[in-house]
């Protein structure tokens, strides 16, 4: 009887420490999954950025900017912006540097304003914007008014790029770049793509410079409000004046409430409305000095 006690008790001992051990053992081998599942992720999107078809490669560099504050996210998308042969893929890679906020990646999207392909440069320029980077609005400067803020012009290489129908066309359907005419304007952007490849692209550029400070996009957007071609140029020009609060171009935009295109007066009216608000707000009376307690 002792002895079958005495095994009873071993028994119970062992079991204790079978559970005990589990216990101890468990987060030992949850993390150790969790790192074998990580691993096999990085293996699968790096062989993505290696992949021969090119659509793999953009959606992998895509991804990536879904991984904030990752140095090996940040690390790949660099190097695919600077080593891809494919412009979709470099451009999905300089967008994912904007997504994930590297901002000490701000001189490798600069570089890229010497890439060939227009549709890398606007990219570009919409994460340096995106990083905090003003720079960036000059790129869209450049598409809207095709000149340059400085005043020189375009090389030769960027007004052929500009004026190219097919590379036009191509910045036009790049949704996620923020090439897509907004709100209800979209589908009339899309229909225009038939016969005029160049007024959703013109539209976009208009909507970035809304929040410009440099007051040569105020005038710029003025004058795209008055472009008498493209009527989603004009409406897109009167929807960046009113976000861009501007009682200066007030003017042009009353002068929309006489356009014939129903969108392009809707947006003026908008605009209207928006400047006449911010005029009429009671102006901040200037803060009198303190005045100085005379000296004892």
Partial sequence: MRRDGEDKMRLLICAICLVVLSTVAAPSTAQDSAQAQEQTAWTVLNTGLKDNSTDVRAIAAHVLGELNGNAKAKDAAISALKNDKQAVVRAAAAQSLGEMGAKDAIADLHATFQDTDPLVIIAAAHSLIELGDNSGYNVYYAVLTGGQKTGQSLTEQQKKMLKDPKKMAALGVQAGIGFIPFGG??????????RDD????????????????DPKSGKALAEASANKDKWLVRAAAFDA????????????????????????????????????????????????????????
């Fill in 241 to 296: 004046i009113a976000r861009r609060g501007d009682p200066a171009l007030l003017d042009a935009a009353e002068a929309g409430l006489q356009d014939d295109k129903d969108q392009v007066k809707i947006s003026a009216a908008a605009a209207v409305i928006r400047l006449h608000d911010i005029q009429m707000q009671p102006k901040p009376e200037p803060q009198k000095p303190a005045s100085k307690k005379p000296k004892k």
């Fill in 198 to 213: 160049t007024s959703p692209v013109l539209a976009a550029a208009a909507l970035m410079l809304a929040k410009d400070p």
């Fill in 185 to 194: 304007l979209a589908m009339g952007g899309y229909k225009l793509l038939t």
